[in-house]
Structure formats: structure tokens, C-alpha cells
């Protein structure tokens, strides 16, 4: 056993993210900002959350500088948020190098049809135009992801609705793992976003979702005034043109968003025409009300609620190397929590070759033809 670890009873999360860029409203909604509330629930033993690089080079093998620079900028973001370094453990994928090798055995418990069914991963393959010629390391994440979860034997993963395959692929290794090997690894359980506004928010453009490549995100990190101008341009509903015309607020952008964000105290705040939501659905509805207006009070409740993140975002930038440590901590928790699961598995598939004195003997006595 590893001198410092202790077994952990409680429930245990693993969540993380692909460094591929800052991070926007659509992760705080789908993700983020549910982490900081299950932090300081309490309910949780042990929290890890971390920084993907590896996954994110299965499709940016071109460019791991783009993911080496946005590295320190998801660490801000989760800081800024506030992901509190004593309460929850940051790390980097690729610092934990006991997750290849359990990769490298779950691969074996997978089939190549049962990978090509994931339907996150065939939603991913087309839109990279990976059709043709699909990298391994790529086709093969969901089981690597599997392994992130299973390292820390956690029992509770929060994301967002389009990682649902990954989990059930995860709960189907761990259900085989211990079916042919022995009761080793814990089924894990997704935990969803509770606001089914938040399952998926839409990028600025009303498209399905926040994208970089779109370039349809609000940034955690961006200004008051692209925040501005962001929610200024924001899609509505195109047919809604004169100020008397009755809108639509079904795929209206601007209120899928006001579903995600707004709360009856905002009214009162910045809004006291109105008691509530639906009294502005209901005059939207009905025409009279124009987009303008809308958008005025959506953009004070996004700076509400972005500006303290800023603020946070500012302080953390201005001693870099202390972030560095944090995540250097995290990573060598990380790895001796990995390394303790390994043992086990390794046990439970009887190839710890040099722990098992059975073994040496039982050969021993084979070899003397007894
Ligand atoms: N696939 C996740 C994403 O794209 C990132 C991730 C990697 C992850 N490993 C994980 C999420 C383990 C939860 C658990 O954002």
C-alpha cells in the first residue's frame, strides 16, 4: 500500500475538460459552475478534475502547442470560478501515466463495433472529416476515458449530456473488468446538468452549440464589452422585425439563455417592469416588446455574474508560477491515487508477477515436477 493514501469511502468525482481553449458560458452552464456547488456541498470525499491534454491531442496531434498554451488558461478558468485547490484536486491527464496502461488493458475488453456505435464520437469523426481516416488514438478515447474515471474508482461524474456515451462505455468496462477479473473497479454514475436549459446552451448564433470554430462563444474570460457585443448580436427570432410584431420565444436564443440564467431577484435588480420570466415570454409573445430591451437585461445578468470571475480571473494571472504548483500538487495526488488503483487491477488480473509469492512458488513447484 502507498504510504500516504488513504481509502476513500465516500463518494468520489472525476470530471474534466480538453484544453483546446479558454472556457465559455456553455461549460459554466453545462458544467463548471455545477462543480464549484458540488465542492462546497460537502457531500463529496474526494474531488478531481482534470485538464485532459491527452484526449485533446487524439484530434490535435498537428497542434500540441494549442493545447500546451490553453493548459494554464482552463486552470484560470476553473480558479477564477472557483474550483478551490484545497478542496478539489487539479490535474493534468498525461502527468498520470498509469492511465495509459489501464487504457492499454480495458482496450481488450472493447470491441471495434462497440466503438463505432458511440454516437458522441460518430458526431465528432464527421465534423472533423475524420470519415476517411480515422487516428486510433482518437477512435479509441471513450476507452482511455474510461480509464480517467476508473483511476480514482469514482463514483459520481458531472458533464454535460454528450459525454452520456462515454459513461455507459465506462459502466460496460467496469461491468466486464470485474465479471472476468474479480470485483476491482466501481460503476460510476453521470450526474447531469439539473436545468434542462443548461443540458446544451446554444452558441450566440442559436447553432446547437458553443464552438471556437463557430465563433459563436462568450468566454469566461472576455471583457464587459465583448460580453456586450456578443449579447447585443445575439440570434432571436428572425421573423420578429418591428417592435409590434408578435416574437417567438421557442429557439429564440436570448431567452434559452434568460431560461439558463435568470432569477426571480433580477427582476427587482434590473428589470422592474416585469415580476418574472413569463410575464416577458407572455409580452414577446404577444408583440410590443422589442429584442433590445431583452437583450439589455440578459446582458446585466451575464455581468452580474461574470464580473466577480473576471476579477478572480485577474488575480491568479498576476502570480502564474503559484498556478503551476497548484497543478503540480494535484498531479502528484493524482498519480499515487492511479498508481493504488493499478495495484489493484493488476492483483485482480494476476500479472503483478513479482508481489505474488503463490505464484513463484506454485512454479517453482511445477518445474520440480511435484
Ligand atoms: N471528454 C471530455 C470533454 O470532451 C473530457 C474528459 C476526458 C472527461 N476524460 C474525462 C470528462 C473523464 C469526464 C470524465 O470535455
Redesign the pocket.
Known sequence: MHKFLKVYMGKII?????PTGRLHLGHFVGSLGRRVELQNSGEFEKIFI?I?DA?ALTDNADNPEKVRQNIIEVALDYLSCGIDPTKSTIFIQSMVPELCELSFYYMNLVTVSRLQRNPTVKTEIQMRNFETSIPVGFFTYPIS?AA??TAFKATT?P?GED?EP?IEQTREIVRKFNSVYGDTLVEPEILLPDNSACLRLPGTDGKAKMSKSLNNCIYLSDTAEDVRKRVMSMFTDPNHLRVEDPGKVEGNTVFTYLDAFCRPEHFAAYWPDYANLDEVKEHYRRGGLGDVKVKKFLNSILQEMLEPIRARRKEFEKDIPMVYDILKKGCDEARAVAAATLEDVRRSMRINYFEDKELIEEQARRFRGE
Do not use: E, S
Not at 14 to 18: E, I, V, W
Open positions: 472525476l470530471t474534466g475538460d480538453r482534470m485532459a484526449q476515458q480517467d474515471i461524474v458533464v459525454q462515454m
